[in-house]
């Protein structure tokens, strides 16, 4: 592609919905005039944290790059390089990228005391750690700031000008009743009462509740630095009480969230309604410290199944599934499925020496930069690495295959390949050959995947009393 089929990008970004960018766009003002508008693509990265987000977390950052890769690119216009990068890894990363797509970064901003892009890569280098150690900076001070003047707070209000917080009138006298039950209770039976009570109050979740009762900011105090006293703040409860509710009730608070925790862990299934065939929800108990699936349809009565029961239903009906499998038919379409990932595996070898082999005559012939020790380049390690998986892959295949054709005891090995898997993943072998589950008022019932390669699996199965067809 020649440079005036490439792009100049506009890359603009913002860290917050609530700034603009009209700081950057009055920036790149002079550039754009003298470009074509047909070679010309605006990309306003809004609300995106570089301190916070990957570059998998950042769509437009993705598709930046992969324009870069495929040479779409001529040159790239931004603020400063903190609008493309806090991270330094990441910032080494796309000068990299840019450098070897020969893809020029112009620098827009004036008098703010950024210097403009250079290819020198160590003074680069130097430079983006200024800018990622100014991020994590910028991201301490943030976080310092909503520690003390967070932008709201439940159960008070915020005079904007004085930026002070003082009592709720409308839930002042809730929270307080919080705080004096939270001193009071003595058993981890009291506050799941009490979480339930409040939930309803306070319409939030029991994790925010429990972070209300661990939050200093309610006894006027910010202690991530030692104590300091929030003069603006009107506090609930004293520093005395806050710290006496700390020790004292921590012990019930980590069970508390330990429990909830380990319960919602049982969500690993997706039953269904074997009546209106809708997905059940997962419902949690912490005072009887039990789960379950529901479904509350109210054009049928209810419906409800423990993950227990469900766990040693599905495994008992896998069992089933192992040692039913038709060793004939499944053979031959493993063969099948054999012969054509051995092909795909075989292409992929070969698609791996020859890109290798490219990128080795670029490096030795072309890039200076790494003329010298061209061997550790990341493309060439990176190729290297996939070259040796596929290779290892491929010398398998080719032991195994003679095998596998003429080994009819492969089933057997199959079969217990399965049940092994059985024993350690349950969870992962049921989304691979069970496709439904559905829950009726006295038994449940399944769907399973590859039913053409079982045989005898007609009939009903009976577990712990209740039917599973």
Not at 333 to 356: G, H, I, V, W
Not at 422 to 436: C, K, W, Y
Request: charged share 30%; glycine share 2%.
């Amino acid at each position: 592609m020649n440079n005036s089929q490439k792009k100049h990008v506009f890359f603009r970004r913002v860290s917050t919905a609530g700034q603009d960018i009209i700081t950057q766009e009055a920036a790149d003002l002079p550039y754009r005039e003298k470009i074509d508008q047909n070679q010309i693509l605006l990309i306003n990265e809004i609300a995106i944290s570089a301190n916070k987000k990957s570059i998998q977390e950042r769509p437009d950052m993705k598709k930046l790059m992969s324009m870069v890769k495929e040479n779409k690119i001529q040159t790239i216009y931004a603020f400063d390089r903190s609008r493309l990068f806090r991270d330094f890894y990441d910032s080494m990363q796309f000068f990299d990228l840019c450098k070897k797509h020969n893809v020029q970064i112009i620098y827009t901003s004036t008098g703010n005391g950024s210097l403009p892009a250079t290819d020198d890569v160590f003074l680069e280098g130097f430079l983006y750690i200024f800018s990622d150690l100014e991020g994590k900076n910028i991201a301490r001070r943030s976080k310092e700031a909503r520690l003390r003047y967070p932008a709201r707070k439940f159960g008070y209000t915020k005079d904007k000008e004085t930026k002070s917080f003082r009592f709720d009138s409308a839930k002042s006298e809730s929270v307080k009743g919080f705080f004096q039950e939270l001193s009071s209770f003595d058993s981890l039976e009291e506050l799941y009462t009490l979480t339930q009570k409040y939930r309803k109050q306070f319409n939030k979740k029991d994790e925010d509740l429990i972070s209300i009762a661990f939050d200093p900011f309610y006894a006027g105090y910010d202690l991530s630095k030692g104590e300091n006293k929030l003069q603006h703040v009107q506090p609930y409860i004293s520093l005395d009480e806050f710290k006496l509710l700390q020790t004292s009730k921590a012990p019930y608070f980590k069970t508390f969230v330990e429990r909830k925790l380990q319960l919602r862990q049982l969500d690993i299934y997706s039953p269904k309604c074997g009546i209106c065939e809708k997905e059940m929800a997962f419902r949690i108990n912490e005072v009887s410290n039990s789960a379950c699936y529901i479904c509350s349809n109210r054009v049928h009565s209810r419906i409800s199944v423990s993950p227990c029961h469900i766990k040693s239903f599905t495994e008992f009906v896998l069992k089933n599934v192992i040692s039913n499998l038709n060793s004939e038919k499944l053979l031959a379409q493993s063969l099948k499925s054999y012969r054509s990932f051995k092909a795909e595996l075989t292409q992929r070898l070969k698609d791996a020496e020859s890109k290798m082999n490219k990128i080795m005559e670029a490096l030795i012939l072309e890039d200076v930069t790494y003329s010298a020790n061209w061997k550790q380049h990341p493309d060439y390690v990176q190729n290297l690495k996939l070259k040796n998986e596929y290779d290892l892959y491929v010398q398998k295949l080719n032991e195994n295959e003679l095998a596998f054709l003429t080994n009819k005891e492969l089933i057997k090995t199959i079969q217990e390949s399965l049940l092994d898997s059985l024993e350690r993943n349950p969870e992962m072998l049921s989304g691979m050959l069970i496709e439904n589950l559905w829950v009726y008022e006295e038994k449940l019932d399944v769907d399973i995947f590859f039913i053409e390669y079982l045989e005898g699996m007609d009939q009903e199965l009976i577990l712990e009393g209740i039917e599973a067809v």
